[in-house]
């Protein structure tokens, strides 16, 4: 009887795994290395940055936006991300991915800008440990969607802007009346390198599955054209 005790409470507790595990990954279908409700943990630098960086935002007013590694920038997936990060002091803070941080950064590592460091830990200690994870934070305003520079009929570059949770694919509708979905570079810009979409219907997903469909745009290159859309929270 303990034997056979035994042996059903492991298959429950296997199954009991199982199951999480599966409602983990299909709550974020689409996400890439960065998991929601995964903490990770790596050293924490700081930069002199004016809130711009490799993913072309512009510059970020308040500052306080950081520079993910190479591994977990994932060809740019992780840009527009919002964090939360932890000092080992207990000090939280909240900032958006919208750089790259170049070699030697390791895996989990987060570059800081100065003004989000300081608010962790006084930037003459120069690193720290720190924890990390995926936010879904409220937000007032919608996405915006802009063209890259040089865009026209022929070829064109799109980027969101200010989405509450970061995006995994966006698409546009091409004259034909189909869907093509664009291919995503390291400096967050999606192209349609045949002009294929270009002035048409945009649609972006995010790593939860939900997709927003925007009105046709006119082509105004580098300008950021506001929609009244947004994710919803998770």
Same mark, same amino acid.
């Given at each position: 009887m303990l034997k056979r005790w035994l042996i059903t409470s492991v298959v429950a507790a296997l199954l009991m795994?199982?199951?999480?595990?599966?409602?983990?990954?299909?709550?974020? +279908?689409?996400?890439?290395r960065i998991k929601p409700g995964v903490t990770y943990s790596g050293p924490g630098t700081w930069y002199d940055?004016?809130?711009?960086?490799?993913?072309? /935002?512009? *510059?970020?007013? &308040? $500052?306080?936006?950081?520079?993910?590694?190479?591994?977990?920038?994932?060809? !740019?997936?992780?840009?527009?991300?919002?964090?939360?990060?932890?000092?080992?002091?207990?000090?939280?803070?909240?900032?958006?991915?919208?750089?790259?941080?170049?070699? *030697?950064?390791?895996?989990?590592?987060? &570059?800081?800008?100065?003004?989000? /460091?300081?608010?962790?830990? &006084?930037?003459?200690?120069?690193?720290?440990?720190?924890?990390?994870?995926?936010?879904? *934070?409220?937000?007032? !305003?919608? #996405?915006?969607?802009?063209?890259?520079?040089?865009?026209?009929?022929?070829?064109?570059?799109?980027?969101?802007?200010?989405?509450?949770? +970061?995006?995994?694919?966006? =698409?546009?509708?091409?004259?034909?009346?189909?869907?093509? =979905?664009?291919?995503?570079?390291?400096?967050?810009? /999606?192209?349609?390198?045949?002009?294929?979409?270009?002035?048409?219907? #945009?649609? #972006?997903?995010?790593?939860?599955?939900? $997709?927003?469909?925007?009105? +046709?745009?006119? #082509?105004? *290159?580098?300008?950021?054209? !506001?929609?009244?859309?947004? /994710?919803?929270?998770?």
């Open positions: 795994t199982a199951a999480a595990t599966g409602a983990t990954a299909a709550t974020a +279908p689409l996400a890439g940055s004016d809130g711009d960086g490799a993913c072309l /935002f512009g *510059p970020y007013n &308040d $500052r306080m936006t950081v520079a993910m590694n190479q591994t977990d920038y994932e060809t !740019s997936k992780a840009c527009g991300a919002y964090l939360e990060v932890r000092a080992s002091n207990g000090r939280t803070i909240q900032v958006r991915v919208n750089n790259l941080c170049p070699s *030697p950064c390791r895996v989990g590592q987060l &570059d800081l800008t100065k003004e989000a /460091f300081a608010r962790l830990a &006084d930037p003459m200690v120069g690193e720290i440990s720190v924890t990390w994870r995926l936010l879904s *934070p409220g937000m007032s !305003s919608g #996405i915006s969607l802009r063209y890259k520079d040089g865009s026209s009929q022929w070829w064109c570059g799109i980027q969101a802007i200010d989405h509450r949770n +970061p995006v995994a694919r966006l =698409e546009v509708r091409t004259s034909g009346g189909w869907w093509k =979905e664009l291919r995503r570079t390291d400096y967050n810009y /999606f192209l349609s390198e045949d002009g294929a979409g270009c002035g048409g219907a #945009i649609a #972006i997903t995010d790593i939860y599955g939900q $997709r927003l469909v925007s009105n +046709p745009l006119p #082509i105004r *290159p580098g300008v950021a054209q !506001s929609t009244n859309l947004q /994710f919803a929270q998770r």
